[in-house]
């Protein structure tokens, strides 16, 4: 039995809806994790101990420990105490969290090097502590960023397959049903991975134009 | 007599066990030009610094428009005293330290949308005035990274503008600059003190202090060496210390 990618046609239908709950995914978690990540990160460089020190355990707790286990606490663990999340919402929270962590360590280290300048002259323009770092100094982090912050992003796009095994039918699970009905794993593993590289192309395009734009004052 | 606009007292700064400020006294009235000259590590920056606070002091007291600028309070109401303090005094720095990723009239009108003084078109017609009046209207919306060190320079000029203040603080604004665009800049201080603008200016520049300001302080060792106008300390400087280094800047 040799291949015969002539059976994918059939299976259309699944794949496509998964590679939808899966863009559905990856966006959705894309935006958190780095909304997250700046807030993690500013957060990160308060001056109260007291504000630094829970991020910073938050932060160790999510990069010392695998990913697939932070899925199964968030989505069977939670219910113990009365938290129900549908699995896709489980799956969007885990890898928000997961990477916000590693995008703030980015992110954070970034708005270290901008240089002291720049917050010196927005405070002598009157302007907050908060004000200062919101207008002057995270956009030129961020612009500092874009590339590190880009790969983290298609590493969650590949990430994004674990939610799987909770049940989300995203792109990999649906290959999965796929197989079960037609057993031809191979073909289907392979479709699968040809969509998920054609995703990534996408992504690294738009990461390309985010990084001209938040650099074009260069 | 009003009452002068900053008044300075007994300040001291040290730097971990380095005092760099040692006691100086000033006052300055609505409307003078002083200009603060010393060798470098005088203590002159540390104690334009100081003014706006961007600098902490350690002992001595800070006046501005009548309040005390260096009070004791907690945290939040410091911040919030100092914001409002620094919305009435300008800084430009030896670096420009603009906002890289703002284009120059974003640059000015950032402060003054941001803290709600006035809408976006009134910002907008405001900085294209002052972008004007350094003579740079054509450059709005360039990015800093387009501009030469003077109209940089420039450019933050406006940006402190931008807020009205009632005193300007010039930290050796000229100091990175080649030598053919210092000139540009220095006509655009000019300009500012004929419209009676409080400055106080932390030069190098000898001759453009002479040339612009009312009062010279010359600093040493974190103390005030001389003091007067700058005929005097220039032409007939008292104190061997001031000739020395008089000496020295015109020799050179």
Redesign the interface.
Known sequence: MGLDFSILPAYADILWQGTLWTIALTVLSMVFSLAGGVVFAVLQLSRHAIIRWPVAGFAWLFMGTPLLLQLFLIYFGLVQIGLDLNAFVAGVIALSLHFAVYNSEIIRSAIVAVDKGQYEAARSLGLSQFQAMRKAIVPQAVANVTPALGNMMIALLKESALVSVIGVMELTLSAQRAISDSFRPFEFYIAAGAIYYVLNLGLEQAVRVAERRSAQYR | MNEPIVKIRGLKKNFGSLQVLKGIDMDIDQGQIFALIGASGSGKSTLLRTI?Q?EEVTEGEIWFDGELVNQKLPHRQR?AH??????????V?Q?F???????AIENVT??PL??GRVNKAEAIEQAKKLLDKVGLSDRGDY???KLSGGQKQRV?IA??LA?NPKLMLFDEVTSALDPELVGEVNRVMKALAEEDMTMIIVTHDLRFAEDVSDHVIFMADGLVVEEGPPSLVFRAPQEDRTKSFLQQVFND
């Open positions: 706006n961007l911040e100092l914001n409002r303090l620094r919305q009435n005094i300008g800084m720095f670096h330290n603009l906002f890289p990723h703002l284009t950032m402060a941001m803290l990015y800093p990274s933050a940006r402190s807020m």
